[in-house]
Each structure stands twice: as structure tokens, then as C-alpha cells.
């Protein structure tokens, strides 16, 4: 059974960083892809980032370009989430998640298996 366990979830400042990391278990074959989505309290969970099997391609949601990156270490099929500058509507739980398949998507329905959240907090 898949289990996606997400680590750094806490508050910042904003204009500060923090990071988010996910190690999925489970599983022999990591060749899936990897993403972040978010939650805004009262909001439809939101993309944030997603990493193909091995790491060379990514995506990055339009709200966050330019301020997150994903990267993925694949011996220990673990991914990370680097936030910077970031900002009071940043503030989400934030969820991890396993894909059907290798290639990076941005639509939920893309993603198999899913974390339990981490709590982000951004404050003025």
C-alpha cells in the first residue's frame, strides 16, 4: 500500500521560505510522477508543483512561478517543495501526491495517492 508521509509544514514570514518534503513507501517501482496541490481555507485545492519520474521534468503552477521549485531525489523517492518570498496567501494545507503515471501533470484527477497534508502559515 502507497503511503505519501509530508515533513516542514510550520509558519514563515512573508517574504520568507520554507520547504516541504514527501517520501512515498510502499511501493517497488517509483517511476510515477510526484506533485504538490494546495488548500486555501474556503477554496478548490490548487496545483502548486509536480516532478516526472526521474526528476528531469517539472511544472510549476502560475500562482507560484518564479518563487517555488520542486526537485526529487529518486534512490530515496523523495520530493521537495523550496518556497520563497513567500506571501500571506500562501497559507494552505498543503498535500502530496503520486501520479498514475511518469510524466507531470497538473490536474488532480492525474494522482493516485495522496498525503495527509501539512499546515503552512504566512504571516505579515
Known amino acids: 500500500q502507497v503511503q505519501l508521509v509530508e515533513s516542514g509544514g510550520g509558519s514563515a514570514q512573508a517574504g520568507g521560505s520554507l520547504k516541504l518534503s514527501c517520501v512515498a513507501s510502499g511501493r517497488t517501482d517509483t517511476r510515477y510522477a510526484m506533485a504538490w496541490f494546495r488548500q486555501r481555507s474556503g477554496k478548490e485545492r490548487e496545483f502548486v508543483a509536480a516532478?516526472?519520474?526521474?526528476?528531469?521534468?517539472?511544472r510549476i503552477g502560475d500562482s507560484v512561478k518564479g518563487r517555488f521549485t520542486i526537485s526529487r531525489v529518486t534512490a530515496t523517492n523523495t520530493i521537495t517543495l523550496h518556497m520563497e518570498f513567500l506571501e500571506t496567501h500562501d497559507t494552505a494545507v498543503y498535500y502530496c501526491a503520486e501520479g498514475f503515471r511518469g510524466s507531470p501533470t497538473e490536474h488532480s484527477k492525474d494522482y493516485a495517492h495522496w498525503g495527509q497534508g501539512t499546515q503552512v502559515t504566512v504571516s505579515s
Open positions: 516532478i516526472g519520474w526521474s526528476g528531469a521534468s517539472t
